[in-house]
């Protein structure tokens, strides 16, 4: 008996078929959404035994791997070329981590200015200064 032959009894015996049915429109229909990377590539490659004939190649996983990413993320691995899943995988990670960064770095800064306060009345930007007994260009105020 071959490990396939073995893989598909068990398969049979302990995941029904409809319960086999579902797992592989849910592989089909996964997207990252909220996931990390992390979470979706775990999620994906449990779900993918259910679907094999849709990833029997690499490249074929790797499609379908880029296919389910958000799209910022998509974005920047849709223009790159890789070898394998796993170095799809890595870079989709670094990316992630990397605008994560950034996004934090814009709320800090975001933070610092709100913690400074609204500007003070009487020195914003480059309006003039006017008294507060200003009656209108050319009037003198009244003594």
């Known amino acids: 008996m071959t490990w396939i032959r073995l893989k598909e009894l068990m398969d049979n015996q302990y995941y029904p078929r409809d319960i086999r049915r579902m797992n592989e429109r849910e592989f089909l229909s996964l997207k990252q959404g909220s996931l990390s990377i992390l979470e979706y590539a775990t999620k994906l490659n449990k779900?993918?035994?259910?679907?094999?004939?849709?990833?029997n190649t690499e490249e074929r996983r790797m499609d379908h791997f880029e296919q389910?990413?958000?799209?910022?993320?998509?974005?920047?691995i849709a223009g790159q070329t890789f070898d394998n899943f796993h170095e799809m995988y890595q870079r989709a990670v670094k990316i992630?981590?990397?605008?994560?960064d950034t996004e934090m770095e814009k709320q800090a800064l975001a933070f610092g200015k709100r913690k400074m306060g609204p500007p003070k009345k009487g020195i914003t930007g480059n309006k003039r200064f006017k008294p507060d007994n200003y009656q209108?260009?050319?009037?003198?105020?009244a003594e």
């Open 136 to 141: 209108g260009k050319g009037k003198q105020p």
């Open 68 to 76: 389910g990413l958000r799209g910022y993320i998509r974005s920047m």
């Open 47 to 55: 779900l993918s035994r259910f679907a094999l004939h849709q990833i």
């Open 96 to 100: 992630a981590r990397v605008l994560k």
